[in-house]
Every structure is written in C-alpha cells, then in structure tokens.
C-alpha cells in the first residue's frame, strides 16, 4: 500500500512537470498562529525558486494522468502509451498535510486530466481545497489549475479555496488550439478567464471597503469579506508546438494581460513526445527562445515596452536569440542614447541595456543628493560593459563614435551566455519544466 502510494506520486508529479504556472507570490497574509495549519507572506515568503527560476515549494501532482481528452502535444493524452494513476482526494489531501508538516512544501499546486467530464474532474479538485481549508484548517497557498468548461459554481468555489487559478489558453493561436487540441473549446476558455476576472475584481473591492469600514470604526474586529483567488489568476501558453512567431506570442500575450488582468503569462517550450503526431515538430524549440520571451514578457509589463517595440529588436517576427530583447532594441535605436544617468527621466533610464527597474530606482533616488559616477554604478552591481555605450555618468562619455561602430554588437554579446541564463533564471523569468523530486528520501 505505502509502495503503491509511492509508485502514483512519482508518475502524477512526473507529469505535472509539464506545466510552468507555478508560483506563489502575491497572496494574501495568513497566520496559522490564528489557529490552523500552515502560514502564506503577502510577499512571497511562501516559495522558493530552484536554480532555472522555477518554484518547488509547492507539491505539484496532477489528482491523474489518464485523460478522457486527446490534445496533440500532451503526454497524457487519451491515446499516449504512458502509465497512469489516479489519486482519491483523500491522498492528496494526506500527502499535502504529511510533506507540509515535514517541511518539504509550503503548498499545492493541483491540476487534472480530463476523468469523465470537466464537472466530475472539477469537482473533485474543489473537493481536495475545501477538505485543506474546511477539515484540515490548512492555511498554506493553493494553485488549482482550473477546467475551462466546469460549471461556474464549482469555479466560485474553487476560488473561495485556492489563492490563484489557472487555466491554460495552451496556444497562442485558435486555429492552432483547433487543430492540436479539437476538444477545447477556445471561446469557453476566455469566457472562463472574463468570469475568474469579474469575481477576482469583486472580491478585491469587497476586501478594500470592508477594510475602510474597519478603519472607521476604530479597528477591532476583522473585517470580513469574500475571498476569491487573492493571488489572481495565470496562463500558460505552450511554445514551438505550432507555428506561431514570437510576435504573434507576445501579442497575444499582452491581450491577455489586458483582457483579463492576469497575474503571469506563463511560456513552456514544447517537448516532443513520444508517438507524437506527424504534425508536431520533431525537436524541441531552443530553451534559449522561451528565455527570450520571459525577458520581453518583463519588458511589457516593468520597463513600458509595447510588444512592437520589443520585437523591433528582432527580425522577421522571432525575437534575436543571441542578445537579450532591451539590448537589441537599443542596437536598433542607437539615435536614442547615450541617456545621462543624472538627468534622463526614469522612462528611458528603463530602456538602457544592463540597468534594472530596481537599479533605475536606486539612481533616481540617490542622484537626488549627488551625482553619479560610473563607480556608484558599479557599486550597485551594474555589467559596465553593457551599459558603458549607451550612457553618460560625470566621469564617463562612450567614445566618439562608439554607438555607431558595425560592431558594437559584437562588443557586446554575452561573453558567457550560460551566467546569463543562470542570472534572468535566478530572477524568476526562466520557466524550464524541470520538476525536483519531491519524494527523495521521503518514506511515503
Ligand atoms: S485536456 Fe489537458 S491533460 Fe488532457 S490531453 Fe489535453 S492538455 Fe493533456
């Protein structure tokens, strides 16, 4: 019995790898010194990222692998010749609070196979939350992967217990999700996304006006308010399963951040399977180009870069994988610097390759009270080779004719591509699928 629980979380965890969605920041506080299981951060205390960026605090397990569904690019999908398993609710349930008590999670990250029908699958999802939170008093951060066409009443629910929810738009194009995945129904997708949005925004203003009533009256007791995903909700959007262009990504990307206020659109390189369908291609993407659109993700949504903008830096709709998107943009519009650490506005402080948002922020404050050499900007750790032609400091003018040089480019590729990777992965924006054991040394 232990051996076979054992056997089904090292399948059910193998094959949640496949989903990037996974991270707990941005929820709400909650103690369980106030009586319960389990404590979240507002800030994020509640995840830990592994050396490719990619949280592993979580228990991530699929309830199962077998799939009524026959998406192209799944592994679990109802033709693949894979091993299958199932979880009841109540092991997932036992093994969330047994590997929380012991210190390897801080939450769980819940998805599914299609079993039966979406309702019966969402149901039972829902059912492991509410058993957490209304049986177990668990106060630790839950991410259910949300089934597009379940009853909006199991939705409500499953949003009244998790922190975040998702639900994979898959590919970046309808046709594509049409011809790869005839089963999902693209439109039910963005109708359950619009819903998550309303009762998300809902939720926040009930929270705000409870919170304004309890400062009216002085404090006291808590206020109370519905709760609804305080963590929002993501995506993710698989890439190089179809034939879609970074440009068509990021642009569908960025309506999905307008349209639904999503909290991440998260990007997986597809990864060839086995038996796969002759229309899929044969060999997995470069992981450096799903690198490269986390980089233009950043970009669009903390450096005011509009996705044409970002892919100006590129050529024929594909982002240059050889340098980063801000730096090729900047290769591109060489007119527009060198900018003047002193004087420029934040703006195009964010549009210098090699300056932060952070380190932008720490300029703009301290340049306040004294001029900045490019010593100050190297005490706050800034890559001087990057940033040296495209700015001026009180002691640093880039060469005459420097940003004009054909081979500035050269100049500045990464002399060591693999630290760059190591270090926009350490910043969270590198989603691999790599699942770390869960189970090593465990006795399950
Ligand atoms: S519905 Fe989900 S699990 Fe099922 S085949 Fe499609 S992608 Fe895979």
Redesign the pocket.
């Known amino acids: 019995m232990v051996m076979e629980l054992r056997e089904k979380l090292e399948i059910l965890a193998d094959a949640a790898k496949y989903d990037a969605s996974c991270a707990s920041s941005g929820t709400e506080k909650r103690d369980s010194r106030d009586g319960g299981l389990g404590s979240t951060e507002g800030m994020g205390i509640c995840h830990a990222y592994a050396p490719d960026g990619r949280c592993i605090s979580l228990l991530k397990v699929l309830l199962t692998n077998a799939?009524v569904?026959?998406?192209a690019y799944?592994i679990?999908?109802?033709s693949s010749n894979v091993r299958r398993a199932r979880f009841s609710v109540r092991e997932i349930v036992g093994l969330t609070l047994d590997f929380y008590r012991r210190n390897y999670i801080e939450g769980l990250f819940l998805s599914s196979?299609?079993i039966r029908s979406p309702d019966y699958t969402m149901e039972q999802i829902v059912r492991v939350a509410r058993e957490l939170r209304e049986v177990h008093g668990f106060k630790g951060y839950i991410h259910l992967k949300t089934i597009p066409d379940a009853s909006p009443e199991l939705l409500a629910e499953a949003g009244r217990h998790a922190d975040r929810l998702s639900i994979n738009v898959?590919l970046p194009r309808a046709e594509s999700l049409k011809a790869l995945?005839p089963e999902?129904d693209g439109r039910a997708i963005r109708v359950a996304m619009a819903g998550l949005r309303m009762r998300i925004e809902e939720a926040r203003e009930a929270q705000g006006e409870a919170a304004r009533v309890k400062v009216a009256m002085g404090g006291g007791r808590r206020a109370v308010a519905p709760r609804f995903a305080p963590a929002g909700q993501s995506t993710q959007m698989i890439v190089g399963a179809d034939a879609s262009t970074d440009a068509v990504i990021l642009d569908t990307s960025s309506a999905l951040y307008g349209s639904y206020r999503l909290k991440r659109v998260y990007f997986s390189a597809y990864s060839p399977i086995p038996d796969a369908s002759a229309v899929l291609p044969p060999v997995a993407p470069p992981l450096v180009r799903e690198h490269r659109l986390y980089q233009a993700d950043w970009l669009l949504r903390f450096y005011g870069f509009s996705a044409p903008e970002v892919m100006a830096g590129g050529e024929g709709g594909m982002l240059d994988l050889e340098v980063d998107p801000k730096l090729a943009w900047a290769l591109k519009h060489r007119a527009a610097f060198p900018v003047d650490v002193n004087r420029a506005e934040r703006e195009m402080l964010l549009r210098v390759p090699g300056l932060g948002a952070k380190t932008v922020d720490r300029i703009v404050a301290a340049r306040r009270v004294r001029s900045f050499r490019m010593a100050d900007l190297a005490r706050l750790r800034v890559n001087l080779r990057k940033v040296a032609p495209f700015v001026t400091a009180v002691d640093h003018h880039p060469r005459a004719g420097l940003l004009d040089r054909a081979d500035l480019r050269a100049l500045l590729l990464p002399r060591d591509g693999l630290a760059e990777r190591a270090g926009v992965a350490a910043a969270g924006m590198l989603a691999r699928p790599v699942q770390l054991p869960l189970f090593g040394g465990a006795h399950v």
């Open positions: 799939c569904f026959d998406c799944c679990n999908r109802a196979g299609i898959e995945a999902k």
